[in-house]
């Protein structure tokens, strides 16, 4: 009944704000009908003027991502009041800087592992070779420092293989 003379629905934002959806509707390519909540959110957060004035400001082929970025944004803001996208950014630092270090373990186990493994391929028969899960941390091993049957015990040197005790004692 109250609808336009136009064929095609007005977008989401001209429906929200009750108006027109002219042809030439700055926000019609990126409000579909379909998505109501995406202009709700970004009119509540950032304001239909702004936008609009963000949208003239950027180059047509950047209004996408401005659109898209904007929407993120705001969801993010209504989410989290406080810290908005910041919060969800922080909690991701963390995370990485969290697996860095992890990572920054496993390959220096994973060195070691290595530098064993080559050690152990040293001798014959030497039935401790894969004893090395076990001994995970290496600390203690100070009085096995002459057991070459326990590659943990070789951890602390920096060089694989150089100084590694060969064949029998
Ligand atoms: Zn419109």
Not at 106 to 125: F, K, P, S, V
């Amino acid at each position: 009944m109250a609808s336009s003379s136009y064929s095609n629905p007005p977008c989401a934002a001209c429906k929200f704000l009750r108006r027109k959806c002219l042809p030439d509707c700055i926000f019609a390519a990126y409000f579909p009908p379909e998505e109501p909540q995406k202009f709700a959110n970004v009119h509540k957060i950032f304001g239909a003027s702004n936008v609009s004035k963000l949208l003239n400001e950027v180059l047509p082929h950047q209004r996408e991502d401005t659109v898209n970025s904007l929407a993120y944004e705001a969801e993010a803001r209504i989410k989290d009041p406080v810290y908005g996208c910041v919060g969800a950014i922080s909690v991701l630092q963390k995370q990485v800087i969290k697996l860095q270090k992890e990572l920054d373990a496993t390959n220096a186990d994973l060195i070691r592992y290595t530098c064993n493994e080559m050690a152990t391929t040293h001798h014959q028969g030497g039935g401790g070779g894969r004893r090395i899960i076990s001994d995970h941390g290496g600390g203690g091993s100070s009085g096995h420092s002459h057991n070459f049957y326990y590659p943990s015990t070789n951890w602390n040197h920096d060089s694989c293989g150089d100084g590694y005790p060969r064949g029998d004692i």
